[in-house]
């Protein structure tokens, strides 16, 4: 069955397919994280080096970085559903030749193919989101992307210790990628018999070059981010962002000339035209980057500073994404009304929830007591689902149905953008900080207080600038829904139909 052509006839079975579109997306945001739970088990039995486990981690957010927007695009001329169970099957075969990887090298190639797989079957999600529900709807829809997308956040190294602790028939760390199977396989079933097809536009046509410059400034960006720590920050490092940031402004003049010749653009003119659009991928990025430079941190701090083992620093965490659960919920029932309030309402939960939790880290000795991080964390997590739905759906509101894809994807590799930033950023700062304590014979447990203290500030900048560039942007207008301003069905009644 295929999507309605009008938003107001709603595709039946809309919330059913949704639920099976947030099951694959959140199955590879897990991926995205779980891996680092389970690096120095893979170095140990694979006896790799420490650039080679480095990249098991950096070669999958690289291939996912750069194909967010060619696939965005692709499943905008080829049909969102079958980019999207093209996605999901590659995605779980390449995790299962990760979890049978006899070598590290192949181990490395199998999550380079994961990673594309990955790249082709989220940005149809937000896209599919975008089309099967009528406006006053969603809402909740995007309310439940953005519940997935902080779980997930959490779930990955909770799920990794918890595998890796229960050791299943002696595979070690091979079932954090064996896992995906049954869930890909699900995923790929139902979708086939509930996923709605969407029109396919064969009149665009792959821009070729516009993928070709895109590609290679993603790539010069975000491989220095990756790796720049790594080697010391050279001038390689800053030269390859400079070549990045000479890239986008080609890539944007390339895609304006091709506007004006009526030929087929990859990322629409429209869309880098719009003020809000590029408004809210740069608040986007400035989001995100808090997010997960901030994950990292706390997962450092907790396992190499305090000993934790990775179930126990999983467990921790877990006040964060139950915020995000209650926020969520909260969030949905309230549609599009006072979106602008709601970002900045949650990126100031987010700061006060960092310097409450900075605070109570300071305190800290030579134990942390788990109890101490449970309110800073529910606040932080309680931000996070108050400001990402509206987030997206301010910045989606504008794009056409026709576009939704390369819209999406956009937005997504923006978000991906984002987080690399955020982990380069933050870990400068908490290893710059820390090497210099150690380096001054600060006691160990100090010496990492005092780092995480000290990462945290740029969490708290981050959120700042997200709450301040708010006021900068326009609220989605009223025709975003049909008749004026109308309150969501609950999400108790959303969760009962499906």
């Given at each position: 069955m295929?999507?309605?052509a009008?938003?107001a006839?709603?595709y039946p079975?809309?919330?059913a397919?949704?639920?099976i579109?947030?099951l694959?997306a ?5 991926d995205l ?10 170095q140990r ?11 098991v ?5 690289l ?10 695009r692709l499943g905008?001329?080829v049909?969102r559903k079958?980019?999207?169970l093209?996605?999901v ?5 390449f995790?299962l030749a990760c979890?049978?990887?006899?070598t590290?090298?192949s181990l ?7 990673g594309?797989g990955g ?12 089309v099967?529900f009528p406006?006053k709807e969603?809402a ?5 992307f953005g519940?997935?997308?902080?779980l ?9 210790g918890?595998?890796i ?5 002696g595979?070690?760390?091979r079932?954090?990628f064996?896992?995906n ?5 699900a995923a790929?079933?139902?979708?086939g018999?509930?996923?709605?097809a969407t ?9 070729w ?9 993603i790539?010069?960006?975000v ?11 050279p001038?390689?490092a800053f030269?390859m962002i400079g070549?990045a ?12 000339a ?5 030929a087929?653009e990859?990322?629409?003119i429209?869309?880098l035209a719009?003020?809000?659009?590029l408004?809210?991928s740069?608040?986007?990025v400035?989001?995100?980057?808090g997010?997960s430079?901030?994950?990292m941190?706390l ?19 877990t006040p964060f994404?139950?915020?995000?659960l ?10 599009l009304?006072w979106?602008?309030?709601r970002?900045?309402i949650g990126?100031?939960?987010?700061m006060?929830g ?15 007591d788990?109890?101490d991080?449970?309110?800073p ?8 689902g ?6 997206f759906?301010?910045v ?7 576009d ?10 923006f978000?991906?953008?984002?987080s690399a930033?955020?982990?380069a ?9 820390l090497a210099?304590?150690?380096a001054g014979?600060?006691?160990?447990h ?6 995480l ?6 969490e708290v900048?981050?959120?700042l600038?997200?709450?301040?560039l ?9 025709g ?7 309150a969501p ?10």
């Amino acid at each position: 069955m295929k999507v309605p052509a009008s938003a107001a006839e709603a595709y039946p079975r809309r919330w059913a397919a949704l639920g099976i579109l947030l099951l694959a997306a959140f199955m590879n945001l897990v991926d995205l994280s779980i891996v680092n739970v389970a690096l120095p088990s893979m170095q140990r039995d694979m006896g790799a080096t420490s650039a080679q486990i480095e990249w098991v981690a950096a070669i999958y957010v690289l291939a996912f970085a750069l194909g967010l927007l060619p696939f965005g695009r692709l499943g905008d001329r080829v049909g969102r559903k079958r980019m999207f169970l093209l996605g999901v099957t590659m995605f779980t075969l390449f995790s299962l030749a990760c979890g049978l990887a006899p070598t590290i090298g192949s181990l490395i190639a199998a999550r380079l193919l994961q990673g594309i797989g990955g790249a082709m079957m989220i940005p149809q999600v937000l896209a599919l989101a975008q089309v099967m529900f009528p406006p006053k709807e969603r809402a909740v829809a995007f309310s439940l992307f953005g519940l997935s997308a902080g779980l997930a956040s959490v779930a990955g190294p909770l799920a990794g210790g918890l595998l890796i602790n229960a050791d299943l028939l002696g595979l070690d760390w091979r079932p954090i990628f064996l896992v995906n199977l049954p869930i890909g396989f699900a995923a790929i079933v139902a979708a086939g018999l509930v996923v709605p097809a969407t029109e396919a536009n064969p009149e665009l046509r792959n821009d070729w070059g516009g993928m070709l410059i895109a590609g290679i400034s993603i790539f010069l960006l975000v491989f220095p981010l990756i790796e720049g720590h790594a080697y010391g920050w050279p001038g390689w490092a800053f030269l390859m962002i400079g070549f990045a940031t000479i890239g986008f402004a080609i890539f944007f003049f390339y895609e304006r000339a091709r506007a004006r010749k009526r030929a087929s653009e990859l990322l629409p003119i429209a869309l880098l035209a719009n003020k809000n659009f590029l408004l809210g991928s740069v608040m986007t990025v400035v989001f995100f980057s808090g997010v997960s430079g901030f994950f990292m941190v706390l997962a450092l701090f907790l396992q190499n500073g305090f000993d934790f083992t990775p179930l126990q620093s999983g467990l921790t965490t877990t006040p964060f994404p139950i915020g995000v659960l209650f926020a969520s919920a909260v969030s949905g029932r309230l549609g599009l009304r006072w979106s602008r309030q709601r970002i900045a309402i949650g990126a100031i939960c987010l700061m006060a929830g960092m310097i409450f939790l900075r605070s109570v880290i300071g305190r800290t000795g030579d134990a942390v007591d788990h109890w101490d991080l449970v309110l800073p964390l529910l606040i932080c997590g309680f931000g996070l689902g108050v400001g990402i739905s509206p987030m997206f759906q301010t910045v989606l509101s504008g794009v056409p149905s026709r576009d939704a894809g390369s819209g999406a994807g956009a937005l997504q590799s923006f978000q991906q953008i984002g987080s690399a930033i955020g982990i380069a950023i933050v870990g400068q700062i908490f290893f710059s900080a820390l090497a210099h304590r150690l380096a001054g014979e600060t006691d160990r447990h100090a010496a990492y207080v005092d780092s995480l203290e000290a990462a945290l500030l740029y969490e708290v900048l981050a959120f700042l600038i997200v709450a301040s560039l708010v006021l900068f942007l326009k609220a989605p207008p009223a025709g975003a829904l049909p008749g004026g301003p109308q309150a969501p069905r609950p999400l108790k009644t959303v969760v009962a139909e499906i």
